[in-house]
């Protein structure tokens, strides 16, 4: 197979999103500040984080840009280059109503930002924007381009309106636009996972009290690969709030008999077992996949801790068995991309990332073998289905930052 001319820098790709502005809006480059944003991937903790169990994301090297440019009104200007269709409102009129778009993640944390304090007029010394959103980051493919958008922009407002807010701050704006506005009743990880992103380390994020810390990761000796199975995620809106409500109504039948839990996580395998005939079957699975999860969780942070690659890899394979076939979110398409992967020598492991029902897969792989794993997956792949899936070596990333066309600030 021939390989695919090499992807322009992110910092090339940045200045030419700051150009992108400039010729479709006008004006003058250089009053044309530039953000990134980077995605995640989620290695093990599967629809772990609103079961408030733990999970290990890491931020990697893609993400969305955004080019912003104050303007000398109150007018705010969102547009995409992935989108034909942008919106303009005034900073006392923010939209209260979701439209069904992409423009809903921004707007959502706008409202966050503007009108938190409830104030019917808020800050209004800010001036408007002019915002061109972007990045190389594929949507709907399970590597939390709706976390990024938001996360992102809580940044850059923050950074252009000097808001003063921390990091924890933009992250819970993100959150909120999420929750509150969009509609989809996601957990902490993604926005956790961009927001506090540090190089070199996976994310260890315990989702029920919040706490979390960075684990080092040796990238000479683990390869991190991403394959895209092409196929968008259609389902994952309206299937994602079921499993969350499957999730609930599990919790609630078992937890009369675990006084103390707060949380589907808080049930103990041994009791479920005990108790699972109590639930209706569809129920019964979704509560399986939760508490096997938690476990194999923390089983994958001691292998991580010990430099176990292969029993890593063997927890990350059986995480995708699970949500195979007891959360049920996964599809023939990344099924394939499992299997192929974890047939070829020097691959650890395999599984989903994000929601599922598309997307993408998740490889661990030696660094030594990722040539030979890539290709295998690739001929395979287009073997069953008729077309070659992008696979890729994805790296951390420092997470949130302004791009000032020398340094990184």
Known sequence: MVDPPAAPSLHAQLEQHRAALVARMGGDPQHVRVFFAPGRVNLFGGHLDYNGGPVMPTAIDRGTFLAVRPRV????????????????????????????????????????????????????????????????????????????????????????????????????????????????????????AI?????????????????????????????????????????????????????????????????????????????????RGRLQPVLARRAMHVVSEVKRTFSARAALLAGDYSALGASMTKTHQSLRDDFEVSSPELDLLVDAATEAEGCFGSRLTGAGFGGCTVLLVDPAHVPQVVQHVQTRYSAEKGWVPAVEVFHGDQGPREWSGAVEA
């Not at 080092?216 to 389902?235: C, K, T, Y």
Request: hydrophobic share 40%; proline share 4%; charged share 20%.
């Open 73 to 192: 009104d109150r007018i705010l200007r969102l547009e995409s280059q992935l989108d034909s269709q942008g919106i303009q409102f005034g900073l006392d009129q923010v939209p209260k109503d979701r439209s069904g778009r992409w423009v809903d993640y921004p707007v959502g944390v706008i409202r966050e930002l503007l009108l938190g304090s409830g104030s019917p007029s808020p800050h209004a010394h800010l001036r408007g924007l002019d915002v061109l959103y972007g990045g190389n980051l594929p949507v709907g493919a399970g590597l939390s381009s709706s976390a990024s958008i938001c996360v992102g922009t809580a940044f850059a407002m923050d950074r252009v309106w000097e808001l003063g807010l921390d990091r924890m701050a933009q992250v819970s704006a993100a959150l909120a636009a999420e929750r509150n506005f969009v509609g989809v009743q996601c957990g902490i990880m993604d926005p956790y």
């Open 195 to 275: 927001g506090l992103a540090k190089p070199g380390h996976l994310l260890w994020l315990d989702c029920k009290d919040q706490s979390y810390e960075h684990l080092a990761v040796d990238f000479s000796a683990l390869a991190i690969v991403v394959a895209n199975s092409g196929v968008q995620r259609e389902l994952a809106a309206g299937e994602f709030n079921k499993r969350v409500q499957q999730c609930k109504q599990a919790f609630e039948a078992l937890q009369p008999y675990q006084p103390g839990a707060t949380c589907l996580r808080d049930i103990e395998q041994e009791l479920f077992e005990r108790h």
